[in-house]
């Protein structure tokens, strides 16, 4: 099992949900548990809705790669992450299971209160590493976990660029700046979009500042 001290300064803020993108629950298992992956997480939700809870929640496991997110560099720091069973883009992406929603959002809750975690702070691994990673991906229903990321103040300036857009969803601005392709794509992915491009249309724009302000 791969882990790391916490520093003093670098305490829990963010929950990162990922889908393990493994063709089976037991694959996943063992990459998560092998020293050699380089890879770890705190909890499993398989398909059937069972949580394991793989690490200690007080040491830093690595799930997140390299990130960044809002101000934020190497978010494995500042996280815990959650790997929910499923085939992933490479293998043959599935709907997540009502139960790994059930199992989700009572894990969620748990460690909200645990930690004094904002709603706004439950991310996906596709919004810290925009260029690198689809998990959870469009078929993720973040409502089915009862949380509410977004609930910025009602903006009287309806003129908002999507830059400013992309600043206030949270990427951090190396990604605006150098690989906002990959952003666009991580908001569709949210907005659960079927076909995820990075077209820029009205509608998209429309839809990305609902998603902000309402
Ligand atoms: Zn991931």
Same mark, same amino acid.
């Given at each position: ?7 003093? !300064?670098?305490?829990? &803020? /963010?929950?990162?949900? +990922? ?5 089976? @629950? ?12 380089? $890879?770890?997480? *705190? /909890? @499993?939700?398989?398909?059937?809705? &069972? =949580? ?10 690595? *799930? ?8 934020? =560099? ?14 992933? +883009?490479? *293998?043959?992406? %599935?709907?997540?299971?009502?139960? %790994? ?6 894990? $969620? ?14 991310? /996906? +691994? ?7 990673? &689809?998990?959870?991906?469009? &078929?993720?229903?973040?409502? !089915? ?6 609930? #910025? ?7 908002l660029s999507l830059n400013n857009m992309l600043n206030l969803y949270g990427f951090h601005k190396y990604y605006i700046n150098n690989h906002k392709k990959y952003c666009i794509m991580a908001v569709k992915r949210t907005l659960n979009y079927k076909k995820i491009s990075s077209k =820029?249309?009205? #509608?998209?724009?429309? !839809? ?7």
């Amino acid at each position: 099992m791969n882990y790391s001290f916490r520093k003093k !300064n670098k305490t829990v &803020k /963010y929950v990162v949900i +990922h889908y393990t993108g493994m063709k089976s @629950l037991n694959l996943a298992y063992k990459k998560l548990s092998d020293k050699k992956s380089n $890879v770890s997480a *705190h /909890y @499993l939700i398989s398909t059937d809705g &069972k =949580i394991y809870n793989l690490l200690c929640l007080k040491f830093k496991a690595w *799930h997140a790669g390299k990130s960044r997110w809002r101000n934020n =560099i190497n978010i494995n720091d500042y996280s815990l992450g959650i790997e929910i069973e499923n085939k992933g +883009h490479k *293998h043959g992406y %599935q709907d997540f299971t009502q139960k %790994q929603y059930a199992a989700l959002k009572k894990l $969620v809750n748990f460690l909200k209160k645990s930690f004094n975690i904002y709603d706004k702070n439950i991310i /996906y +691994h596709s919004d810290i590493s925009p260029n690198r990673k &689809k998990d959870p991906g469009e &078929k993720f229903i973040l409502k !089915n976990i009862g949380v509410k990321r977004f609930k #910025n103040p009602k903006y009287t300036n309806m003129n908002l660029s999507l830059n400013n857009m992309l600043n206030l969803y949270g990427f951090h601005k190396y990604y605006i700046n150098n690989h906002k392709k990959y952003c666009i794509m991580a908001v569709k992915r949210t907005l659960n979009y079927k076909k995820i491009s990075s077209k =820029i249309s009205k #509608n998209f724009l429309k !839809n990305f500042y609902n998603l902000l302000f309402s």
